[in-house]
Structures are given as structure tokens and as C-alpha cells.
């Protein structure tokens, strides 16, 4: 009896474990696919306006895909395969790569601040 009663709660405790897994992998796919579609939609932006003079406008949308392309690169890692999305994220990969160096270190303007002037930088907590 006692092994009965056993198995049953390990079969139990299983079948939670694989519910509670399957939904934090399609919430984290969901997240995927909308940080994929933010991503995508701002390239598509950042290319459209690689044509024209909008300099404030560029700027803005050179930061939105620079912060979008290492957020999911952080979360999701670089993606790998055949699928459109792969290229298109090496493409923001490589614009992002390029926006970067284009920016300003925070370095150069630190001699700037008076003495007593703290800069924090780390990672939000999530």
C-alpha cells in the first residue's frame, strides 16, 4: 500500500512539474516573439531612415535598435539557423555593432562632473 501511495505522489508531483515547465516556456516564448517583432520593426525603421537627413529622428531610432538588439541578445542569446529572423537580427546586430561606436563613453564626460558626483552603473534587477 505504502508504495501505491508513493508512486501516486511522484506521478502527481511530475505532472506539475512538466505543467509548471510548459507554461514558463510559452510565456518565455511569447517574450521571444515580441522582443523578435520590436526588434524587427525597428530595423525596419532604422533602415528606412538611413536614406534621409532626420538627424534627431535617426538618433532615437539608432538607440531604440541598439538597446532592443542587446536586450534580446542578453535574453535570448544570438540566434541561430535559417530562418528570416536570424538574418535579420545579424543585420541588427552588425547596425547595433556600429551605433555603439558611434556614442559617446561615459568616460569622456566623467572629468566634467564635480568630485562628488557618483555614477552608478549595473544591471536592472528582474
Known sequence: MKAIVIIAVAL???VASYVVGYR???RK???EQDRQGLLVLTLGIHDAMEVTNWAKARSMVDTELLGFTRDYERHFGVPSGTDSFASRFARAKAAADQIERRMVPLSSITNFLPSNTKIRIGREKQ
Open 29 to 31: 516564448s511569447l517574450l
Open 12 to 14: 502527481v508531483v511530475c
Open 24 to 26: 514558463a516556456g510559452t
